[in-house]
């Protein structure tokens, strides 16, 4: 199994490897990042994902969402939180 990275380690290795930053994760990209218990080997405990109601739904089952409730998600582009 892959080393379970926070949140911030989770961000700073995307957009590193994307080649972006952060500010162009949320607000260009419209990127959002929730936890991950795919149960993939590599997975380090975090997705991100095009922050449509459509996506969201697709990926909590895809991301093993089950304890999120997607209509409560609440996004702050500017602070890049994501509280549920």
Avoid at 17 to 42: H, K, M, W
Avoid at 50 to 75: A, G, L, P
Wanted: aromatic share 10%; net charge negative; glycine share 6%.
């Amino acid at each position: 199994m892959s080393h379970l990275q926070t949140k911030e380690e989770f961000i700073k290795g995307y957009c590193e490897r994307s080649g972006i930053t952060e500010g162009q994760l949320y607000n260009e990209f419209n990127q959002i990042v929730l936890p991950c218990d795919c149960g993939d080997a590599d997975c380090v405990g975090w997705a991100a994902f095009n922050n449509t109601e459509r996506n969201m739904k697709s990926y909590k089952d895809i991301y093993n969402f089950q304890n999120i409730d997607i209509d409560k998600i609440v996004i702050d582009h500017n602070k890049s939180l994501c509280q549920i």
